[in-house]
């Protein structure tokens, strides 16, 4: 059974850094598409960036925030910089594909997620 671990939420004020893990195991499991996801209460799940043969990322992250992999350790990170009070939220990590034909925003995308890492950022 495929397992997501997130790490490395917190509490920081604005333009503070936070960089997020996501360990996936078994390391037998191999996967080239793995994403991060946020939700904030009373809002949709949405995709903050992803990671394939390149990486994608939200308008509202572009240059604040970077995706990156270890396969090595079977990890993929999220680099969080200038961090806002509006990238408060629960973030999730996503990998393997279940949906081929969806855009790699879409949470329906993918096949396995984690249980998710708090992130709250103060003004």
């Known amino acids: 059974q495929v397992q997501l671990v997130e790490s490395g939420g917190g509490s920081v004020q604005a333009g503070g850094s936070l960089r997020l893990s996501c360990v996936i195991s078994?390391?037998?499991?191999?996967?080239?598409?793995m994403a991060w996801f946020r939700q904030a209460p009373g809002k949709e799940r949405e995709g903050v960036a992803s990671?394939?043969?390149?990486?994608y990322y939200a308008d509202s992250v572009k240059g604040r925030f970077t995706i990156s992999q270890d396969n090595a350790k079977n990890t993929v990170f999220l680099q969080m910089n200038s961090l806002e009070p509006e990238d408060t939220a629960m973030y999730y990590c996503?990998?393997?594909?279940?949906?081929?034909?969806?855009?790699?925003?879409?949470?329906?995308?993918?096949?396995?997620w984690g249980q998710g890492t708090q992130v709250t950022v103060s003004s």
């Open positions: 078994p390391n037998t499991y191999k996967t080239n598409t």
């Open positions: 996503a990998a393997g594909v279940k949906d081929y034909w969806l855009p790699w925003s879409h949470p329906e995308k993918y096949r396995n």
């Open positions: 990671i394939t043969t390149r990486t």
